[in-house]
C-alpha cells in the first residue's frame, strides 16, 4: 500500500523557517515525480512545488519562488519542503503526493504549519 | 497571469448527473494541458478522481469520468450519490514544470 507521511509542521514566527518532511512507503520512490501542494484555512488547493525522480529538476509556484527549496533523498525515500522567509500567506496545511502524469496520485495526510508572531 | 477557472457551486438531484468544468480566462483547455481532478471533503486529505484528461485513477468508480467538452476540461458525475457532497479541484499542467489549481467548486447533493 502506498503511504505518504508528512512532518515537521508547526508554528514559526514571519521571516522565520521550517523544513517539511514527506516519508513514502508502498511504492518505487525514486521512480516518481514528487508534489507538494499547500491550503491556506477556508481556502482552496494551491500547488506549490515539483521534483523529478532524480532530483535534478525542480519547479515552483511564484508565490514560493526563491524562498521554498523541494528536495528529495531517495536512499531514504523522502522528499523534503525547505521552507524560508515565511510570511503570514503561507499559513496552511501542507500535502506531498506522488505526480505520475502530471498530476498528483496518492496524497499524505498533511502537517499545518502556521506563520504568526 | 492565466487562471485556472471553475464554477464556485453546483448542486444535483440524487441519481442524477452533473457536469463539473474547468477553463481558462484566456484561451482553450486541451489533451495537452493534462487535466486532472480530485474530490475533498472537509477536514480530509484530497483523492484524485481523474488524470490526463479521462483515466480514473485507482479505485475511482466508473460513476466518474472526464473529457474535454468544448473549450473546457470537465468531470462528470453519473448517478450521484449523498457521499459525492464534496469540493472538486481541477489542475492544469501549463508547461515548463508548473501546475496551476482552479479555485474549486462545491457540489451539494439535495
Known amino acids: 500500500e502506498v503511504q505518504l507521511l508528512e512532518s515537521g509542521g508547526g508554528l514559526v514566527q514571519p521571516g522565520g523557517s521550517l523544513r517539511l518532511s514527506c516519508a513514502a512507503s508502498?511504492?518505487?520512490?525514486?521512480?516518481?515525480?514528487m508534489s507538494w501542494v499547500r491550503q491556506a484555512p477556508g481556502k482552496g488547493l494551491e500547488w506549490v512545488s515539483v521534483i523529478g525522480g532524480s532530483g535534478r529538476s525542480t519547479f515552483y509556484a511564484d508565490s514560493v519562488k526563491g524562498r521554498f527549496t523541494i528536495s528529495r533523498d531517495n536512499s531514504k525515500n523522502t522528499l523534503y519542503l525547505q521552507m524560508n522567509s515565511l510570511r503570514a500567506e503561507d499559513t496552511a496545511v501542507y500535502y506531498c503526493?506522488?505526480?505520475?502524469?502530471?498530476?498528483?496520485?496518492?496524497w499524505g495526510q498533511g502537517t499545518t504549519v502556521t506563520v504568526s508572531s | 497571469q492565466t487562471v485556472v477557472t471553475q464554477e464556485p457551486s453546483f448542486s444535483v438531484s440524487p441519481g442524477g448527473t452533473v457536469t463539473l468544468t474547468c477553463g481558462l480566462s484566456s484561451g482553450s483547455v486541451s489533451t495537452n494541458y493534462y487535466p486532472s481532478w480530485y474530490q475533498q471533503t472537509p477536514g480530509q486529505a484530497p483523492r484524485t478522481l481523474i488524470y490526463?484528461?479521462?483515466t480514473r485513477s485507482s479505485g475511482v468508480p466508473d460513476r466518474f469520468s472526464g473529457s474535454i467538452l468544448g473549450n473546457k476540461a470537465a468531470l462528470t458525475i453519473t448517478g450521484a450519490q449523498a457521499d459525492d457532497e464534496s469540493d472538486y479541484y481541477c489542475?492544469?499542467?501549463?508547461?515548463?514544470?508548473?501546475?496551476?489549481f482552479g479555485g474549486g467548486t462545491k457540489l451539494t447533493v439535495l
Open positions: 489542475v492544469l499542467y501549463m508547461g515548463s514544470g508548473i501546475r496551476v
Open positions: 490526463s484528461t479521462n
Open positions: 503526493a506522488n505526480s505520475p502524469n502530471y498530476a498528483m496520485d496518492v
Open positions: 508502498g511504492f518505487t520512490f525514486a521512480t516518481y515525480a
